[in-house]
């Protein structure tokens, strides 16, 4: 069974602090693997999509790496206004109907 | 910007009654969208996915009288939630792909349904 585990599930940093989220998978065959953000109250935002181990992705102070087991989202020098819910989304190679299997998330708050 | 507009942002209903939420795609055409559910700190549950023109295809344990989908153009698609209850109450969210095959799922704001 397709499975996404995130942790951690919450993640407290000073401004400034960098740090990593990981998402670990269980897929029969990566079609992609999505990173999205998501503020409270809102609906996701897609930040990056990686397809195949060794590839990275890079916006601003994010970076998302992604191996044959996991990927990671990197947080370099966070600022307060990175405070959100990031998830992590799989797709597998069998699937037809673009059914992604959602992670629970890993909710960050960055202090000043 | 906004690729994907969802329309109440919120809604509060009385129990027995029944609720539609839109979702449109803007500036592109979806043939196809995603409607989820979002329990307050859980993961995102795909309910159903919407077909323009055709029946929607709903997730195992979804049940497609209490929750349904109109496809009806190119640009839009509304779930009703009929005969809603408390235990409707939830966070509900649309999403289309702008792009082909494996381009990623644009989401709508989300719809809050509480019902009393």
């Not at chain 1, 191996?67 to 947080?75: A, G, N, Q, R």
């Not at chain 2, 195992?60 to 153009?73: P, R």
């Amino acid at each position: 069974e397709d499975q996404v585990t995130q942790s951690p599930e919450a993640l407290r940093l000073q401004e400034g602090e960098s740090s990593s989220l990981n998402c670990s998978y269980t897929v029969s065959g990566l079609r992609g693997l999505f990173w999205y953000r998501q503020d409270p109250g809102k609906g996701p935002e897609f930040l990056f999509t990686l397809y195949s181990a060794g590839e990275e992705k890079e916006k601003e102070r994010l970076k998302a790496t992604l191996t044959k087991k996991e990927s990671f989202l990197h947080i370099t020098a966070p600022k307060p206004e990175d405070s959100a819910t990031y998830l992590c989304a799989v797709r597998g190679l069998m699937d037809s109907s673009y059914k992604l299997i959602f992670g629970s998330g890993t909710r960050l708050l960055v202090r000043p | 910007g906004a690729v994907v507009s969802q329309h109440p942002s919120w809604v509060i209903c009385k129990s027995g009654t029944s609720v539609k939420i839109e979702c449109r795609s803007l500036d592109f055409q979806a043939t196809t969208m995603f409607w989820y559910r979002q329990f307050p700190k859980q993961s995102l549950m795909l309910m159903a996915t919407s077909n323009e023109g055709s029946k929607a295809t709903y997730e195992q344990g979804v049940e497609k009288d209490k929750f349904l989908i109109n496809h009806a153009s190119l640009t839009l698609s509304t779930l009703t939630v009929t005969s809603a209850h408390p235990e409707d109450s939830s966070f509900y969210i649309c999403s289309a792909r702008r792009g082909r095959d494996n381009s990623p799922l644009h989401f709508g704001n989300g719809t809050r349904l509480t019902v009393t």
